[in-house]
């Protein structure tokens, strides 16, 4: 149907120590399929190291968040340009606890994401809703209106992903219905096209994330316009995101 090389990207949140690194080298020994593309996003202090051993590999490591200034006084921030200077070649971008803890808005994250842009940097942009919007029967319009207020205008197929995670879903071993997941997939399909046409609207790839694991990920990544999934607690252990990626 679609051309779009999958992904499975992991998001390792605030976990792992350098030790942790060897998990990537399993994930390695255990052949991820070419045709799905790996992007690890460990915690900043492991991205130069991770990068350096997936040279020979495969797989591509990411951050979890910018700055959206290339440098100054901005105590504790990493910006885009250092990110790509230790190795990574994506970020993911507003992801809901980053939204939720830190208060980000969506023009952050757009500016965020210019940032990353004008770094090199494949931006990994989240949105999704909470719980209460889903049982208003909101989801389509918070989604709607992040993804037009978090990208930015020069959005192509080879420097945007969107991740679609409902919020009530990360880390809860909870799901939507495969239905739900087609239904907010679809939509965003279309508003890409709306907005940056045909070729690009169906080039961006759109994962979908909160509580996938190797018993879902099947399925899941077989609905039409889920390209792939960013997946939280089950891409730190090589022995389930393995999975993932095969299922992929
Ligand atoms: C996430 O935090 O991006 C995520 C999808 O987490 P989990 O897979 O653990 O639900």
Same mark, same amino acid.
């Given at each position: ?14 976990? &792992?120590?350098?030790?942790?690194? +060897?998990?990537?080298?399993?994930? #390695?020994? !255990? ?5 799905? %593309? ?10 130069? /190291? ?19 200034? /290339?440098? &100054? ?5 990493? !910006? ?7 190795? @990574? ?5 507003? #992801? !809901?606890?980053?939204?939720? *803890?830190?208060?980000? !808005?969506? *023009? ?5 994401? $210019? +940032? ?6 494949? @931006? ?25 207020a978090s ?13 679609? %995670? ?5 880390? +809860? ?6 239905? %739900?997941?087609?239904?907010? #997939? ?15 609207? $169906? *080039?961006?790839?759109?994962?979908? &994330? ?6 879902? @990920?099947? %399925?899941?990544?077989?609905l039409p316009?889920?390209?792939? &999934? ?6 730190? $252990?090589? *022995?389930?995101?393995? $999975? ?5």
């Amino acid at each position: 149907m679609s051309s779009r090389r999958k992904i499975a990207a992991g998001n390792w949140k605030m976990n &792992g120590l350098r030790q942790a690194l +060897s998990e990537v080298e399993a994930l #390695h020994v !255990s052949n991820p399929a070419p045709e799905c %593309e790996v992007v690890i996003c460990p915690p900043a202090t492991l991205i130069r /190291s991770m990068a350096k051993r997936c040279t020979e590999m495969a797989i591509n490591v990411g951050g979890q968040d910018c700055h959206e200034d /290339s440098s &100054g006084a901005h105590t504790g921030d990493i !910006s885009a340009e250092m990110l790509a200077d230790t190795g @990574a070649t994506h970020v993911i971008l507003g #992801h !809901s606890e980053r939204r939720e *803890a830190y208060g980000e !808005s969506d *023009a952050q994250v757009r500016a965020k994401t $210019k +940032s990353a842009w004008t770094a090199g940097l494949i @931006a990994i942009v989240c949105i999704g809703e909470s719980l209460t919007h889903r049982e208003a029967k909101n989801t389509l319009d918070i989604v709607g209106g992040q993804l037009a207020a978090s990208v930015p205008d020069a959005a192509t197929g080879e420097n945007l992903v969107i991740a679609y %995670e409902p919020i009530w879903a990360i880390g +809860s071993g909870l799901t939507p219905t495969l239905d %739900e997941i087609v239904e907010v #997939h679809n939509f965003i399909r279309a508003r890409l096209v709306r907005r940056f046409g045909d070729a690009i609207g $169906k *080039a961006v790839r759109v994962l979908y &994330g909160g509580s996938m694991k190797p018993e879902n @990920a099947a %399925e899941i990544g077989a609905l039409p316009n889920v390209d792939g &999934g960013l997946v939280g607690g089950a891409s730190l $252990k090589a *022995a389930d995101f393995s $999975k993932i990626v095969a299922a992929l």
